[in-house]
């Protein structure tokens, strides 16, 4: 097999105002990027049922893992 030599590694210095002008022409268009993005309704389902189930388990576990009763 043929050993690969190490690559040397360099710091690179870069700031938030270099990249918004690589990316959006101007830093001040950037920062208003950061706005909350609406959920759309499937995720709102999801993050519901996720949070449901967390919760259920959360209170199984505090009731020292009960077995569970099958019909």
């Given at each position: 097999?043929?050993?690969?030599?190490?690559?040397?590694?360099t710091?690179?210095?870069?700031?938030?105002t270099?990249?918004?002008?690589?990316?959006?022409?101007?830093?001040?268009?950037?920062?208003?990027?950061?706005?909350q993005?609406?959920?759309?309704?499937?995720?709102?389902?999801?993050?519901?049922?996720?949070?449901?189930?967390?919760?259920?388990?959360?209170?199984?576990?505090?009731?020292?893992?009960?077995?569970?009763?099958?019909?």
């Open positions: 097999m043929n050993k690969l030599s190490k690559i040397e590694t710091e690179v210095e870069f700031t938030y270099d990249l918004a002008n690589k990316y959006y022409d101007s830093s001040s268009e950037a920062a208003n990027t950061n706005k993005v609406a959920l759309t309704l499937s995720a709102r389902i999801f993050n519901f049922f996720d949070a449901w189930t967390q919760h259920s388990y959360d209170a199984w576990e505090k009731a020292g893992r009960p077995p569970r009763d099958y019909i």
